[in-house]
């Protein structure tokens, strides 16, 4: 394995890839790439003298497994950053995968590593993979085909719009509603752009 | 079901009449004895009942994922007209002030905005009203008694059935019935959470409490109108919503020619649907969310012309995306095929 896959490999694990580094790794899945990961994790293991047991982490398999379950989790963030300024999906690919993103794109590979630690994945997820995972989106049988796209970052007109909808759908329905006061307190706390 | 709950059950049935004789009846065999899930039926009809017609003043919290905001509260029942003004104290200051079936919002920079009625809005929802949720789309159960800011309440769970809506946790006041606390879910997952901090319930409120803040100032107002229609839009065109999830029942709008303004609820959840020429300003396609609400967006191509449909209300993305794309045009007794982009 050479210098450049190892830089790669560490950087995942630091959540800094970029795309082609990601790629790299993914390409690269094999059984010197698995002692590598599982070398890696172990110092830091000890670094932190706590944390699971991953000498039984089985990459390959797991890493099959966690893309098909992430990918539409990745999709959907993908569709909320492009929504709030580049329309085009290949503005999104050519940034660096870090914060959130990176998170993202480790999980896919590190199976164990978020099983474990289920609370910094909450913590670390974007706002939309959080609303995709709350809406059931990712785990519904339609398939990836049917899957919606996600917008949670508005700009200023997009919130505005959204804003008079929540006004005209609270106005249906606030009247003698099972809801009670709930159509008016949502439209009460709408956000600062306001309607 | 112990006898105080018994008691209070009587209390509040002797005010409606079939309850009443219900529960005489069960007084009478001795046996006092209700499923879980009546009694959270019976407790969710007088919630429905507290919300119209007590009178309170209090302050809430109210939480969307990681947003949240404070708001105080005050609603009265006069004359069979109810009327309540809820006001922003996070951040700048907004008011929201609703008297009968007219709302309106005063914003910080001193404009009133209100909604052109649509054409449902004159054909209010009465039917709404006491429509309770269907047992097979939602699971009841009474899960006793907690203390919410200090009063006693009746906790209720009502649990989705499928993935097309959404469940809750409620508690209730228990003298009142009024709801003081409640939490939407999605599998476990809060996406919503109301709940009071301060809350009273006073004989009488003034008119002056209703008042909005910007009275005596200048204003601008401002009338969002109502859901536009394609100016080529012919006169016997009508809009119908091919599939809408089980349990859901059109309250107002139906296919009538000329409608493009549709609400359904099950009882609980509830949705509107708006057909409307594209503007330039549309959202983007696709679901737009805030907590437990979404609005989502698709255009229909139909004979060179394009039509934005909305759907918005508190249920999950997917079905909004799969209610939105059933919707087609309909000209007179003749299906119009629509094509999508």
């Given at each position: 394995?050479?210098?450049r896959?190892?830089?790669?490999?560490?950087?995942?694990?630091?959540?800094?890839a970029n795309?082609?580094?990601?790629?790299?790794v993914?390409?690269?899945?094999d059984?010197?790439?698995?002692?590598?990961?599982?070398?890696?994790?172990?110092?830091?293991?000890?670094?932190?003298?706590?944390?699971?047991?991953?000498?039984?982490?089985d990459?390959?398999?797991?890493?099959?497994?966690?893309?098909?379950?992430?990918?539409?989790?990745?999709?959907?963030s993908?569709?909320?950053?492009?929504?709030?300024g580049?329309?085009?999906?290949s503005?999104?690919?050519?940034?660096?995968?870090?914060?959130?993103?990176?998170?993202?794109a480790?999980?896919?590979?590190?199976?164990?590593f978020?099983?474990?630690q289920?609370?910094?994945?909450?913590?670390?997820?974007?706002e939309?993979?959080?609303?995709?995972?709350?809406n059931?989106v990712?785990?519904?049988?339609?398939?990836?085909?049917?899957?919606?796209?996600?917008?949670?970052?508005?700009?200023?007109g997009?919130?505005?719009?959204?804003?008079?909808?929540?006004?005209?759908?609270?106005?249906?329905?606030?009247f003698g509603?099972?809801?009670g006061?709930m159509?008016?307190a949502?439209?009460?706390?709408?956000?600062?752009?306001?309607? | 079901?112990?006898?105080?709950?018994?008691?209070?059950h009587s209390?509040f049935?002797s005010k409606?009449?079939?309850?009443?004789?219900?529960?005489?009846?069960?007084?009478?065999s001795?046996?006092?004895?209700?499923?879980?899930q009546?009694?959270?039926?019976?407790?969710?009809?007088r919630?429905?009942?507290?919300a119209?017609?007590?009178?309170?003043?209090g302050?809430?919290?109210?939480?969307?994922?990681?947003?949240?905001?404070?708001?105080?509260?005050?609603?009265?029942?006069?004359?069979g007209?109810e009327?309540?003004?809820?006001?922003?104290l996070?951040?700048?200051?907004?008011?929201?002030?609703?008297?009968?079936?007219?709302?309106?919002?005063v914003?910080?920079d001193?404009?009133?905005?209100?909604?052109?009625?649509?054409?449902?809005?004159?054909?209010?929802?009465?039917?709404?009203?006491?429509?309770m949720?269907?047992?097979?789309f939602?699971?009841?159960?009474?899960?006793?008694?907690?203390?919410?800011?200090?009063?006693p309440?009746?906790?209720?769970?009502?649990?989705a059935?499928?993935?097309?809506?959404?469940?809750y946790r409620l508690?209730?006041?228990?003298?009142?019935?009024l709801?003081?606390?409640?939490?939407?879910?999605?599998?476990?997952?809060?996406?919503?959470?109301?709940?009071?901090s301060?809350i009273?319930?006073?004989?009488?409120?003034?008119?002056?409490e209703f008042?909005?803040?910007t009275?005596?100032?200048?204003?601008?107002?401002?009338?969002?109108?109502?859901?536009?229609k394609?100016?080529?839009?012919?006169?016997?065109?009508?809009?119908?919503v091919?599939?809408?999830?089980?349990?859901y029942?059109?309250?107002?709008?139906?296919?009538?020619?000329?409608?493009?303004v549709m609400?359904y609820?099950?009882?609980?959840?509830?949705?509107?649907?708006?057909?409307?020429q594209v503007?330039p300003d549309?959202?983007p396609?696709?679901a737009?969310?805030?907590?437990?609400?979404?609005?989502y967006?698709?255009?229909?191509?139909?004979?060179?012309?394009n039509?934005?449909?909305?759907?918005m209300?508190?249920?999950?993305?997917?079905?909004a995306?799969?209610?939105?794309?059933?919707?087609k045009p309909?000209?007179g007794?003749?299906?119009?095929t629509?094509?999508?982009p």
């Open positions: 394995m050479d210098e896959m190892k830089e790669s490999i560490s950087a995942l694990m630091d959540g800094e795309e082609l580094e990601m790629q790299r993914l390409s690269h899945v059984e010197d790439l698995a002692q590598t990961w599982h070398r890696y994790h172990q110092v830091r293991q000890v670094v932190r003298e706590c944390g699971p047991d991953l000498s039984s982490i990459v390959r398999s797991d890493l099959a497994k966690r893309l098909n379950d992430d990918s539409e989790v990745l999709s959907a993908e569709s909320a950053t492009v929504s709030a580049n329309s085009s999906p503005g999104v690919r050519k940034r660096r995968f870090s914060g959130p993103a990176a998170a993202i480790a999980s896919a590979v590190f199976a164990m978020f099983a474990t289920a609370p910094e994945w909450s913590d670390v997820a974007s939309a993979t959080v609303a995709a995972q709350l059931g990712s785990g519904l049988e339609e398939g990836a085909a049917r899957q919606p796209k996600m917008h949670v970052v508005f700009d200023e997009h919130a505005r719009r959204f804003n008079e909808y929540l006004l005209r759908h609270a106005g249906h329905s606030a509603s099972s809801q006061l159509p008016l949502r439209v009460a706390s709408v956000n600062s752009v306001g309607i | 079901m112990d006898h105080k709950v018994l008691a209070e209390w049935a409606h009449g079939f309850l009443w004789l219900l529960a005489f009846c069960i007084l009478l001795g046996n006092a004895v209700a499923s879980p009546e009694d959270a039926m019976a407790w969710l009809q919630m429905q009942e507290a119209v017609q007590t009178n309170y003043r302050t809430f919290i109210f939480s969307r994922g990681k947003m949240s905001s404070t708001v105080e509260v005050v609603h009265r029942y006069e004359n007209i009327e309540e003004r809820l006001t922003q996070d951040g700048e200051m907004g008011e929201v002030i609703r008297k009968g079936r007219e709302v309106m919002c914003l910080p001193n404009r009133v905005v209100k909604v052109e009625k649509d054409p449902i809005s004159n054909r209010v929802v009465e039917a709404f009203s006491g429509f949720p269907e047992h097979g939602y699971r009841l159960s009474h899960d006793g008694f907690e203390r919410v800011i200090g009063r309440a009746v906790k209720l769970s009502i649990e059935q499928d993935s097309h809506r959404y469940s508690w209730l006041d228990k003298p009142s019935g709801l003081l606390r409640s939490v939407l879910l999605s599998e476990d997952r809060e996406l919503e959470h109301f709940r009071y301060v009273e319930f006073p004989e009488t409120i003034s008119d002056q008042r909005p803040m009275e005596g100032q200048f204003i601008q107002h401002q009338v969002i109108p109502s859901a536009q394609d100016k080529a839009w012919p006169g016997n065109m009508s809009w119908r091919t599939w809408v999830p089980p349990g029942e059109s309250m107002a709008g139906g296919q009538a020619p000329g409608k493009n609400l609820s099950d009882g609980l959840a509830t949705f509107s649907v708006f057909v409307e503007e549309a959202m396609v696709g737009s969310m805030v907590g437990a609400t979404v609005a967006y698709h255009e229909v191509l139909d004979q060179d012309n039509y934005g449909v909305t759907v209300g508190e249920i999950p993305a997917m079905t995306m799969m209610i939105a794309e059933s919707v309909e000209m007794s003749n299906p119009v629509g094509k999508q």
